[in-house]
């Protein structure tokens, strides 16, 4: 299933600068660590840096500056990570079987794309549309009218086209506001397992090309997140909210209901955000664990700031 | 499978007042952006007062405050978010389908009532009943012997009846403590996409009539929710705790293990609650986003806040 | 489907001291407060001490400073909650049944231990190899090549082997890189419902024996959880990291990618951990809601505490 490369021809067809045997021949990936003379592997966090000394790879693919004394066959990379992951796709490359599994659910009036793979357990209801050479794996639901584009990944479990969490109360009691758009995802997005994206109230909700999801990220009704947008496992938005392209919105991170977020925004781990952003740049708000007994002391007087901080001030002024 | 609608006959039907030509008729929904002539809109939230004055709705929903110089046909509402809901459902009203999907697995001891509509991939274990008119979308887990009332819908990838996590450890080793109860759960309520809802250790999990859980929701074992109460997505109830009737608990948030929440208590966006609350109102410990530098500094702080306090307490005693 | 047991019986079996008629016979688990008299219960936790005065039960488990005026018959222990189990386990005891549901997608080129249960709408990938007497509950994904040990317990809508979140940017787009390693899962783990483990990216993903995961719990890809380690529900760990033996990460909490965790280390509710941890200990960064106005004013004083602290500290310079 994987294919074999030589060092020249890895160099050539990568535009890359190396070192070493020409004829270096690779056919798998490893770990430095665990590499042996025919498999690929790469430095791209310093971390790693002291498995180079042992490493049995054949080829290396690193930054010119880490070259040091290594002997071996390299590849001489500015990226070494996303040269890696090209010629990992590569060496790994199989063709994806277009099929429909027998235990998977199609609605005959859902439109599938050419080359596209669904597995077991895939429930696609009425209407839906997916896109030529997307892959949607096992335990999928894909709820009435959701489009997908082209080459679409949607991981185990994942749900697409829930209803939206909309109720309005009535006196005593909560009815249900009808959900009646729907949710079109983009080409090249890639939605994680067990994560969720509801469908729009009245106009749908949007994934914007190239929108990557982690697994458990929960997107609410009528979202618009912006094309290349990454948000990492657990996150979640909250209803009519629009991110823009190119953000990163960190693990657990919650962004509160009908906010706009700017192009190019990074939101740090565990942080809350509920009001709109409106220039590039880092935010957060997550706060780091200490050992428990200092962090008690210190959420004690956290809870009582305010207060603290009135009296402080209070003196201040008495003198 | 719509249905058309007069100004007049809307008016008459949910006790509104009219103005505009009584013979206006629509049959569908739509935003005031995207609304044509045969569309219903509505006005409820005054981010979107400036989409009135270039709608094309047939029909708009509104408060009086809010009529201004509109010419167009209204319907007055002092609640017009729920006369909305009212109406739209009316508007998309079809009748549930009453059927179970071929490719569910429903066990022949399950007792099913009339009117259920039961998708494709949803198990259904031995020993559940679930009530008249309730809806089982995609892929459902029921395990064995929960209970659903009346008109209950559980939305795609919802797990209710999974083993609660209870361990005992055994020196050096957990011992699996059996999860002896079931869930309960009340009519009208509304389950969403991958929410779990754990049966209980020994007495059952239950959430009384018109609970409304949003998506990727956890209950624990043994939790009790209030009728009327909502829990919005990725937020969690740890085991035990009693939650009281028309609370409103935010996205990811979080309540500890064996307290008691009061009825009529709202807890904010991604707090922790891990004491009784006792009295009705408003609770919460998010932290909001800040510029990534400026909260570095902080929360800097914060890590030492008692530290720095006892030294200022201290210097105020020298002095 | 329960078996009856003596008093004497119980006592003799699990070594523990009894008091009362040595022949009375329990063949059901209840609660204190609902037990009647062929029901074994216990008390563990002080909250329900009251419930001893007016229990029914025929049998009651508890510590020896917790008999006090008790006339009834009861087993006592120095850990109820553990000899609890251990009988609750045994009266409950049912074989489980060894089979494959006919809605189950099972890879023929998978290899199924001895006395496995597989529930409906399972789907098992080929090269999955499942371990003697593991239990797989409905809607379970296995992917290709997983590895379970013996005696795990796979809850509903676990979904263990998707793909991990691995994307390397190329000037103004993602490319995934691809995932080549698996999950290895060691004997008498515990997988919660709905909870995500991916696949390595280029090793494996390792829960070590005994790993407690709880629902919604989100592991990444390459992590390491060191034996006997529980997770509560919602908790998630980053990439890479890895976590030692008896460690418990309570509900909602972060822990960060590329990070070591010692042994024994105990990060409490809704907390981030982002560096590594070396001792043993208690850990944590939760904070516990207030009224909300209250809040709301140290959260204020919290967002500008640094500029606040500046001042002050200047003022005092200047004195």
């Known amino acids: 299933m994987t294919n074999k ?12 600068e190396y070192r070493g045997d020409a004829g270096t021949c690779i056919q798998r990936i490893a770990t430095l660590g665990s590499a042996g003379p025919d498999a690929l ?21 690193l930054a010119a500056e ?9 590849l001489i990379s500015s990226n070494p990570y996303l040269d890696y992951a090209r010629i990992a796709n590569r060496v790994n490359e199989k063709p994806q079987s277009a099929c429909i599994h027998p235990h998977a659910s ?9 080359g596209v793979s669904i597995a077991a357990g895939v429930v696609i209801e009425k209407g839906v549309t997916v896109g030529d050479n997307c892959r ?7 709820c009435h009218g959701v489009s997908l584009g082209e080459r679409v990944i949607v991981h185990s479990g994942a749900v697409i086209g829930a209803d939206g969490f909309g109720l309005a109360f009535d006196q005593d009691h909560w009815i249900k506001v009808p959900q009646l758009g729907s949710v079109v995802i983009g080409d090249d997005c890639e939605i994680g397992a067990n994560t969720t994206i509801d469908r ?19 997107v609410a009704h009528n979202v618009k997140i912006g094309a290349h947008t990454a948000m990492a496992g657990c996150s979640g938005v909250a209803g009519s909210t629009s991110i823009g392209k190119y953000c990163m919105i960190a693990g657990a991170s919650g962004v509160g209901g009908h906010i706009e977020i700017a192009d190019h925004v990074t939101i740090t781990a565990m942080s809350m955000v509920t009001q709109s952003i409106k ?3 880092y935010y957060g708000s997550g706060v780091e664990a200490q050992p428990h007994a200092e ?15 009135k009296k402080l001030l209070l003196r201040k002024r008495e003198k």
Not at 41 to 61: C, H, M, Q, W
Not at 200 to 218: F, H, K, M, P, W
């Open 66 to 74: 880490d070259l040091g004394n290594y002997q071996g066959a390299v």
């Open 279 to 281: 220039t590039a740049g």
């Open 41 to 61: 592997s790469f430095l791209a966090n310093p971390i790693y840096r002291k498995d180079l000394e042992i490493t049995s790879a054949g080829i290396v693919i």
């Open 295 to 309: 962090w008690r002391r210190n959420l004690a007087r956290l809870r009582r700031l305010d207060k603290t901080f």
């Open 5 to 16: 490369f030589t060092l020249k021809q890895l160099a050539g067809d990568y535009s890359l």
């Open 200 to 218: 729009g109230a009245i106009e749908d909700t949007v994934l914007e090309n190239d929108v990557r999801l982690d697994n458990l990220v929960q």
């Open 136 to 142: 949607i794996d096992a335990n999928v639901t894909l």
């Open 106 to 114: 199609v609605d005959p009036d859902a439109a599938i794309g050419a």
